[in-house]
């Protein structure tokens, strides 16, 4: 029997393919808590969601929208139950659907130019998205989920898409486009570095 033989069946076998390195390696991730690489986020229930649109809403009445629109992005639910972001969510379209176009991109060159507006708007990029993928998927033929029915407006007397019996394609529609308008106008004042940093934030809505 030739040496090869010998250590091919004494001491060669795949047992090596059981191995497992990133233990072995002192920067792998099983050696350390990657949850300490992101700061803690305090949870956000729904009483508190319901609390902050009430006082948004208030806002909207009494003719405040930048403010009502500050308050929503100043508080983004990024730690909380499904109900809490849905209803966080209809808030923030609610607001969006509220504001003339006219009074986009200079309300949103306001915020941008103050303490924290850049991230602000980053914020804004991130429940613009999210939006938009709800109204996508509440399109189709299928019924809509509860969170995509949350887009429905409320009766505020501010909204520009009210809510009609056999018109939600139609009131699906009119949501997506103030979407796509509120984006472009977002992307124009805050350019494209918004969109890197919201795909590559792991805060999510």
């Not at 308050?71 to 109900?83: I, M, T």
């Not at 130019?113 to 299928?142: F, I």
């Not at 407006?153 to 056999?166: A, D, K």
Request: aromatic share 4%; proline share 5%; with cysteine.
């Amino acid at each position: 029997m030739s040496i090869i033989q010998q250590h091919t069946s004494s001491s060669l076998s795949d047992a090596w393919r059981t191995i497992n390195i990133d233990a072995l390696d002192p920067d792998s991730s099983q050696n350390f808590d990657t949850t300490t690489l992101h700061p803690p986020l305090p949870e956000i229930g729904e009483a508190e969601v319901r609390q902050l649109n009430g006082q948004v809403r208030q806002l909207l009445r009494g003719g405040d929208a930048e403010g009502a629109l500050r308050g929503c992005l100043e508080s983004p639910v990024y730690n909380g139950a499904d109900g809490a972001k849905d209803a966080h969510l209809q808030t923030v379209i609610e607001v969006l659907q509220s504001i003339k176009a006219s009074d986009m991109t200079p309300m949103l060159q306001r915020i941008y130019k103050s303490e924290g507006g850049s991230e602000l708007l980053d914020v804004l990029v991130k429940y613009l998205y999210k939006g938009m993928s709800v109204s996508a998927s509440s399109s189709g033929p299928r019924t809509p989920s509860r969170a995509s029915s949350s887009l429905t407006p409320q009766q505020t007397g501010f909204s520009q898409v009210t809510g009609r019996p056999g018109a939600s394609n139609e009131s699906t529609g009119a949501a997506m486009s103030v979407l796509l308008s509120w984006h472009e106008k977002v992307v124009d004042v805050a350019g494209l570095g918004c969109i890197g940093r919201c795909m590559s934030d792991w805060r999510k809505v």
